[in-house]
Each structure stands twice: as structure tokens, then as C-alpha cells.
């Protein structure tokens, strides 16, 4: 027996980091960069104050109705596909967009990747960061490599 | 995690404000509306049409971005075969709503409506409904 191979499978490293931000029904986990910051959690908290409206609005969907009742399947003006797996979160009061990028998981997990705010168009790059997290996080989820960070 | 702690906190100073109660019950209301008119086939302008509005009007409707009536409420309800129900629970709980169609006798268990305080384990709950 070769010692040696049997600590690579005990310790296996974990390459994705997640933040449980709410639970009830749905999971909602957030995505965590290399430092350990949720890109959702921090853009919304330091929105300026004449996004009041829409931040207040989307961290009580996210923390509040979301787990509950999970996203909106019927109202597009809510909640969108953007193809790929990926879907959009909207909140738009008095013309301020703001969008917060998620896809599925398993039946009742939602995995929220970043938020942004827009103009006329979903800027592409913001649809590609959020593509390649899904990947990852399926990736790590194949090699049990995922770790959710718990509730605080 | 601070941010995580942060936006909790946000969020319970947002307890004060009417928008942060607003979100729940419009989302609800926007989304058992398009399901309605998903249902039946009934497009916006078809909506608008029956309710004598614009189609403007029913997209910032649907948008969560207009501030309507209870009359305009039970009238669009009206314009998809629906109806309103209102329901004010303790600031705490979560509801969850299940329709029961009259005539039709409920199933094992079945309820039709449900509450419990937010944040509250279900497992205590049921063990604690459970004892005499």
C-alpha cells in the first residue's frame, strides 16, 4: 500500500467556494471569488443610494421570497432565461436595471454568480463569467470538490 | 462572512420601509397573473383590451413597477378568471398558499393555507404540533 496515494484521495482539495444565503424550500447559495467575497452580495451592498429601491428590493426577494417560493417561472419581467443555463434576476424601478445572474442545480438549488447594472444591453462578459462559474461549479460538484460555507 | 452579515443587517433596517414589504406580495401577485394568462391564452394586449388600459400599462404592471389599486387588482384577476384573496400574517411568518377547488374534497393532509414563523426549524415544529 503506498501511503502516499491514499492522503491524496482523504484530503482532496476544494477548487469552489459557496455562501448559503438563505434556505427554506430552495437552496440559495452564492458564489465566492478567490478571496472569499460573493461578488451579489458585495455589488448590492455597496449600490449608491439612488439604487435604494431596487437594492432594498432584491435583497428581500434574494433573502426573503427566493427560498420560499423560488424564482418566478411564469413572469419574464422578473425572471428571464438568457440561454445556457443561465437566467436573470430583474429589478428595474424608474429605469435602473439591475440584474442578478443564477442557474439550477439539482431540483430546488439556486446558485446566484454575479449583479450588475445595465443599459440597453446584458453586457456580454457578465453572461460569460456567469457561464464559466456554472461550469466550474459543476466541474467541482463531479469531483465532490465543492464547500458551502454555512449560515453565520 | 461580512457581507453576508451586512446585508442582513441592510435588510433589517429595510424592515421600515414600504418598498421592502412591497416586493413579496407584487412578485406573487405579477406572477400568479402570468400564469393566468399563460393558462387561458391571453396575451398583454388582449389583457389590457379587457381591462381598458394600455399595454404599456400592463408591462410596468408586470415589471412590479406600478403602484395599483385593490379595484385594479380584483379587475385583472377578473380579466384572466381569477380571483383576489388577501391575507395579513404576523411580520415573522412565511405563508404559502394552496388553491382548493369548491366542490372538490381536500387530500390527506391538505390544507389551505399555512403558516409559520420565518427562520423556525420545521422539524421542531411538527414535533411540537404533534405533543398534547
Known sequence: MKPGRVLTYVNPPVNMHLVRIARDQWDVLGVLDG??????????????????????????????????????????????????????????????KLRTLFFYDDLCRIVLTNAFLKAETTPRTEIALARSSKKRYFEAKFRHRLQILKET | MESLESCRQMLEEAEASVDYWLAGPVTDFTEDLCRLMEENDISRAELARRIGSSRAYITKLLRGNANYTLTTMVKLAMAVGGAIHIHISDQRAVTRWRDEVRGRKPKAGETTKMARPRHEDPKKTRVQAREP
Open chain 1, 35 to 96: 478571496k472569499g467575497c460573493c461578488q451579489v452580495l458585495d455589488f448590492l451592498r455597496q449600490l449608491p443610494p439612488n439604487y435604494a429601491a431596487a437594492q432594498r428590493w432584491m435583497l428581500q426577494f434574494l433573502f426573503l421570497h427566493l427560498p420560499v417560493a423560488g424564482p418566478p417561472k411564469h413572469n419574464t419581467a422578473l425572471c428571464k432565461s438568457l440561454g445556457g443555463g443561465i437566467f436573470e434576476l430583474r429589478r428595474q424601478p424608474k429605469g435602473q
